[in-house]
């Protein structure tokens, strides 16, 4: 059985848990209005050049300042909670991981969605992430296909100071304050991947501190309301208790929590139990990568063969979606980007890749994953 390629894969992150520590890897032309903050009281206000407008959100003032330099945004219609995405994610589904592509990315970007890719990960990090060659892969595969923006879930990330390269340039200004750094974020996601709005937008890992979590976090569902995104989640969140203390303090509760898939976090088994129990979506990155020992066993070989799949990634693949999972999928060859679509076609046409609960049981203990099936 062939081996998959293991370019695309996101590589792991040099993370030190609770030490607010990136990789990361592997998901408009209008630019976004700032916002301004009463702060202390309402007493202090922190803001950027540019015209102002008042909004009112939950009893705080947010004030929005357009750059002067950029074109006046299309501002998508407003609703009282964030807006339904484009796409369900409740159908089992692939997600395109862009990482590591540097200046192919647009070339793949747009490969996986002729090859039928609908969702697209990115991150507005260029130390790891060339989020702008995501939205011309994005643009040029929309010019060839009979497909609208309307039909792809397109998902980035905000990614802290701790997590750039600071030789480079800077999405946002590393001196402003956390809500205004997640404001110039987006604004530069939407001129980035050139749409007017964000169907996920994900905090790339926790900060150091808690307080500095919600911060961030709620500057991301002022963005949901104010339709610039649709959903929020976050990724590189290994413990369950700083999980369960976001979502209590979240009003928009997290859609998403994308983690590395491997052996040293236990494979997120009470996080993943608690994601089932909120109906938040687990995404899965260095999924290959993380068990090519167990890929490589003649075990999985042959229950590979047995469900007619090419390879055992597909079967790895197959695994995830049975759990209820996403994986995240940065292959870089055209024929493994078709086999891994055909797969997700066979799983949504009803075909069972494994035929029972005691099969997913066998595989999952091949990984090392010694627990019932969540």
Not at 35 to 55: E, K, P, Q, R, T
Not at 192 to 215: A, K, Q
Request: glycine fraction near 8%; include cysteine; charge should be positive.
């Amino acid at each position: 059985m062939k081996s998959r390629d293991k370019v695309g894969q996101r590589r792991p992150a040099k993370l030190q848990l609770g030490r607010h520590r990136h990789h990361q890897s592997p998901r408009s032309n209008a630019g976004l209005n700032n916002y301004f903050f009463a702060v202390i009281g309402g007493l202090s206000i922190v803001g950027i050049i540019g015209s102002v407008s008042l909004n009112i959100l939950h009893g705080n003032r947010s004030i929005l300042s357009g750059d002067q330099n950029l074109e006046e945004p299309h501002k998508p219609a407003q609703k009282e909670e964030h807006m339904k995405i484009s796409l369900p994610l409740s159908t089992p589904f692939l997600i395109y991981g862009t990482a590591w592509k540097k200046d192919s990315t647009a070339n793949f970007v747009s490969e996986a969605i002729i090859s039928g890719f609908r969702h697209i990960d990115t991150a507005c990090q260029p130390k790891h992430y060339n989020e702008l060659g995501v939205g011309n892969g994005i643009h040029d595969a929309l010019s060839k296909l009979p497909l609208t923006r309307e039909e792809l879930y397109i998902q980035t990330k905000f990614t802290s100071v701790d997590g750039q390269d600071l030789n480079q340039a800077l999405p946002f200004n590393k001196d402003a304050p956390i809500s205004t750094q997640v404001t110039e974020s987006v604004r530069t996601s939407l001129r980035n991947l050139r749409v007017d709005y964000i169907d996920g937008l994900v905090l790339h890992s926790p900060f150091r501190e808690m307080t500095s979590t919600f911060l961030a976090w709620d500057a991301m569902e002022r963005a949901v309301r104010e339709g610039y995104v649709r959903q929020i989640g976050i990724s590189n969140c290994y413990h369950l208790e700083t999980f369960k203390r976001l979502y209590e303090h979240a009003t928009i509760k997290p859609s998403v929590l994308q983690n590395r898939f491997y052996a040293d976090s236990g494979f997120d088994t009470r996080l993943r139990s608690y994601c089932k129990e909120k109906g938040v979506q687990y995404q899965s990155f260095w999924t290959l990568t993380a068990s090519r020992r167990a890929l490589a066993s003649s075990k999985a070989r042959t229950m590979a063969e047995n469900a007619g799949l090419e390879s055992t990634q597909l079967l790895m693949y197959a695994y995830m979606i049975n759990l209820g999972h996403t994986p995240l999928d940065g292959t870089t060859s055209r024929q493994h980007m078709q086999q891994d679509m055909k797969l997700v076609e066979r799983i949504r046409g009803g075909d069972k890749i494994f035929q029972n609960d005691a099969e997913l049981k066998v595989f999952g203990a091949l990984l090392g994953i010694q627990e019932a099936i969540i």
